[in-house]
């Protein structure tokens, strides 16, 4: 014969003390009040389900009281008599609470900023700078809040469609390729189920990419009016320096506006770039021409920076910001279409393979030419080659077009 359980009443409830272990008070139904040693009070049920003795919290007492307590038994035994088990529901709507939980804190904003961190090994602090600085212009005043696995590709084309509206467009295809990337790395780490971005036909948006070479100058007659124009420059000194540098070193304009006194080498007339400071992520060494060193030499007795040898006029602590140079270009009369910092590796490139082997030329080959300019070379074993053994060769063709330069000046 089953026991008959009296029913609790709410004094037996609230006069219950602890003892020297835990102990239940029965209600009926399953419904019981365990009592800790510790005084602590709290409301239990015991069920069976599929054949299986469970037991499910309620809740403490007296947050929960005896009338409340007798409720919640009656609702969770409706549901075990609709097949549904009351710890699995609790389960699921915790995972449902952490899942949304979740979503405030993947929002595209947490995520890019995770992304742009992990990249920052990947490339130049330079680019990884205008990484973040597309980011906040272009992408963050649609999307910065929005869950990432609740972006749509209606959202991401309509921050497309509006960069094409400011007839940027090349600026839209790298902010798509920067979107890319950002939705990949969530993928990677089940932010969101899928990447977007791969299901969008850019060229339909933006049009078809067009191939744009830099704008250069290959004649000498144009080359001396460039090289007479930087000597005739009348702003800022360091900023001339840097011009009158840049037609005999090639490098990207970042690396010419922070160019350290710490990288010169003057005994062995290198100029050694740091690993960060390459697109390549590896370290660089080009050798210097006799007319470098002596621009370098004179920069070095008015130097006002003990670290950048082109500091900026208006902060002696920071390089020369990169609008300085494209400014001071265009101040001795050379258009955006025919003249941009970059313009001088092309230049360099250009003349020195029209003049290999030439009866006025040189004699070096063109992987001694895309050494010089820094190129990666993907097959690893002739990488390792041109790097033990181009290094002298690097330094005769770097003095030629320094000599070259020098001629075509001078007439």
Same mark, same amino acid.
């Given at each position: ?197 791969? /299901?969008?036909? &850019?060229? @339909?948006?933006?049009? $078809? +990419?067009?191939? *744009?070479?830099? =704008?250069?100058?290959?004649?000498? #007659? ?8 930087? /000597?005739?420059? &009348?702003? @800022?000194?360091?900023? $001339? +320096?840097?011009? *009158?540098?840049? =037609?005999?070193?090639?490098?990207? #304009? ?158």
């Amino acid at each position: 014969m089953a026991r008959v359980i009296t029913p609790l009443t709410a004094t037996e409830v609230k006069t219950a003390k602890s003892k020297e272990k835990d102990y239940k008070l029965f209600d009926g139904g399953g419904l019981f009040l365990i009592i800790t040693k510790g005084g602590g009070k709290h409301w239990k049920l015991k069920y069976r389900f599929n054949d299986k003795e469970k037991t499910y919290a309620i809740g403490a007492y007296p947050s929960i009281p005896l009338s409340l307590a007798r409720s919640k038994r009656e609702e969770l035994k409706a549901l075990i008599a609709e097949g549904i088990d009351p710890n699995d529901k609790k389960k699921k709507s915790k995972e449902r609470i952490k899942a949304n939980e979740l979503k405030k804190t993947n929002t595209f904003y947490n995520v890019s900023q995770k992304w742009l961190k992990s990249y920052a090994s990947h490339v130049t602090e330079n680019y990884h700078g205008k990484l973040g600085k597309a980011l906040e212009n272009y992408i963050y005043p649609y999307i910065k809040y929005k869950p990432i696995d609740e972006i749509t590709r209606l959202e991401i084309i309509a921050v497309l469609e509006e960069l094409k509206k400011k007839d940027i467009l090349e600026t839209g295809r790298r902010v798509n390729m920067l979107l890319n990337k950002i939705f990949k790395y969530a993928v990677t780490h089940e932010l969101t189920p899928h990447n977007i971005i791969a /299901d969008i036909e &850019t060229k @339909d948006i933006l049009g $078809k +990419k067009v191939k *744009q070479h830099y =704008p250069t100058l290959t004649r000498e #007659s144009d080359i001396k009016g460039l090289l007479l124009s930087i /000597d005739g420059y &009348t702003g @800022d000194y360091f900023t $001339k +320096k840097a011009l *009158q540098v840049l =037609p005999y070193v090639f490098v990207r #304009s970042y690396n010419i506006r922070h160019m350290e006194w710490d990288e010169i080498d003057f005994k062995t007339k290198e100029w050694i770039i740091p690993a960060k400071k390459m697109k390549t992520k590896e370290e660089f060494i080009l050798p210097l021409p006799k007319q470098v060193l002596d621009v370098l030499l004179e920069i070095k007795e008015n130097a006002i920076s003990e670290i950048y040898v082109f500091a900026s006029p208006i902060h002696k602590d920071r390089a020369l910001s990169d609008n300085t140079l494209i400014a001071a270009l265009r101040r001795i009369g050379y258009t955006k279409e025919q003249l941009v910092p970059h313009s001088f590796r092309s230049m360099f490139s250009t003349v020195a393979n029209e003049k290999a082997n030439a009866e006025d030329g040189h004699n070096y080959t063109p992987e001694v030419i895309e050494a010089c300019l820094a190129h990666k070379e993907h097959n690893l074993i002739k990488a390792a080659y041109n790097r033990s053994n181009y290094k002298e060769a690097m330094r005769g063709l770097v003095q030629w077009y320094a000599d070259y330069l020098q001629k075509v000046k001078n007439g």
